[in-house]
């Protein structure tokens, strides 16, 4: 059980690293570019991300909420969430590698802009939120925390769901196929029934 814990914690780092990584590497990469047709600040940006992010840094390294499992259970849940934690990163930059130059910190088309809908875009519409939510579930469910499960949940989410729909809202402005691309793939969870 405990080689279970300790492969689930190498994960965990070694996977926030990668993506904090990817972020750090889209700012120097694209964040200076000035072409944007149509541009849109936002409240939820990189900035308040990681903000939410060192809460729930905190919450999990002083062990507030933390759940006292029997050893299977807890290895199963610490299994699970190694995964979400390891599939969250790959989907993340998966998600920058495909989308490219057109990242940027706020909301901006520029004026080279297409729409990307293939590769990992093809089973959720906003990877790189998406891979955020399943890693900070990941990490709740290794740590076996409670407050971190409710923080994502009820703060998290809807934060991403309130960019994302910003984002959508000047997307199907300048492309009138969002809305169909929208009907068939989900937001942040891949759509089981099309």
Known sequence: MKAIYIAARII??????AVIAAVVWDFVRFNARQDSVVEKRSIVATVT???FFFVFYIVIVMRVGVVLLPGYVYAVLCTIGASLLALGAVVNILGRIHLGKRWSDHIKI??????VTGGI????RHPLY???IWMFYGASFVYANWIGFLLNTFIFIPM???RARQE????VDRFPEYEDYQSRV??????IFR
């Open 110 to 115: 520029y004026s080279d802009h297409s729409l």
């Open 168 to 171: 959508e809202a000047l997307l």
């Open 186 to 191: 989900g937001m942040f969870f891949p759509k």
């Open 130 to 132: 998406a891979s955020l």
């Open 121 to 124: 875009y093809s089973i959720v």
């Open 160 to 162: 991403m769901y309130y």
């Open 49 to 51: 991300m990681f903000l």
């Open 12 to 17: 965990c780092m070694a996977s926030t690293i």
